[in-house]
């Protein structure tokens, strides 16, 4: 497990979370160690490079002619002006090599360590709109506090996300169980102890003041 990945710090309830889940693990017969799989840290810098692109036309096709209806995350997506097309090429292509190069040295440091248990995000939920996040008193982009779910698209891997715990504001917070390429099963199985020692989706909790 690791919950340190060289680009985005996490909030002490978000390492709380992951503890818990590869402690729930390590109750089921697990042997866990903390550390840091390789190629992570450049991760989503290469999720930018390989898939930004595609995302932003994908954007500007569903939002044609109705872009005063998308949110403030998307309006800043539609308003990004495009790069030069050879040099999106060529730096896809960079990106493309580079990750080939960084999964095949995860899949060989995995071959003794056939699951992961990572962050989803940097901190727990918050508001829909937010462009910026904060984790003490630091202030970080809301699209860099997903580095850690990023990484795992980038390098193809099976991963189930599953709730781990909660803020002091009741909100919740999930962990990445993440395994080898085409051991999902793997993965559903190691999910599946993490929800029931931690008791898996729960309903938020909802305090009503009345004057």
């Not at 390098?155 to 803020?167: D, N």
């Not at 793997?186 to 305090?207: C, D, K, M, N």
């Amino acid at each position: 497990w690791y919950a340190d990945d060289g680009v985005t710090p996490v909030t002490s309830e978000t390492r709380l979370a992951v503890q818990a889940a590869a402690g729930a693990l390590a109750d089921a017969g697990f042997i866990i160690e903390e550390a840091r799989p390789p190629g992570v840290n450049r991760a989503p810098d290469l999720w930018l490079a390989l898939f930004s692109g595609a995302v932003r036309r994908m954007l500007r096709a569903v939002y044609r002619e109705r872009e005063d209806e998308a949110g403030p995350s998307v309006r800043v997506l539609l308003e990004r002006p495009e790069a030069a097309s050879v040099d999106q090429l060529g730096n896809f292509f960079d990106a493309w090599m580079e990750r080939d190069v960084l999964r095949d040295e995860l899949d060989r440091w995995m071959k003794r360590r056939p699951l992961l248990v990572a962050p989803v995000g940097a901190v727990p939920a918050f508001p829909h709109g937010a462009r910026k996040v904060f984790i003490g008193e630091q202030g970080i982009g809301a699209f860099r506090a997903f580095s850690y779910a990023q990484t795992f698209n980038v390098f193809g891997l099976p991963v189930v996300t599953v709730p781990a715990g909660r803020s002091r504001e009741g909100l919740p917070i999930g962990v990445q169980v993440i395994g080898r390429a085409h051991e999902e099963e793997v993965v559903f199985a190691a999910a599946r102890i993490v929800e029931t020692a931690l008791g898996g989706w729960q309903p938020p909790v909802i305090s009503v003041s009345t004057a």
